[in-house]
């Protein structure tokens, strides 16, 4: 998640909303990722 900063420069304001879990904790994952269930990203590497 990206962070975008809204800024007022006539107001001489930035506000930064910051992301999930930066200053709070996130409630608990019930349901496993996506990527975890399939085993996570493919390796695409191949070893000769």
Same mark, same amino acid.
Do not use: L, Q, R
């Given at each position: 998640a990206a962070i975008v900063p809204e800024v007022d420069v006539p107001g001489g304001r930035l506000v930064v909303t910051p992301p999930a879990g930066l200053f709070e904790e996130l409630p608990a994952d019930d349901?496993?990722? %996506?990527?975890?269930?399939?085993?996570?990203? %493919?390796? %695409?590497?191949? %070893?000769?």
């Open positions: 349901e496993p990722d %996506e990527s975890a269930a399939d085993g996570g990203p %493919e390796d %695409e590497s191949t %070893e000769g």
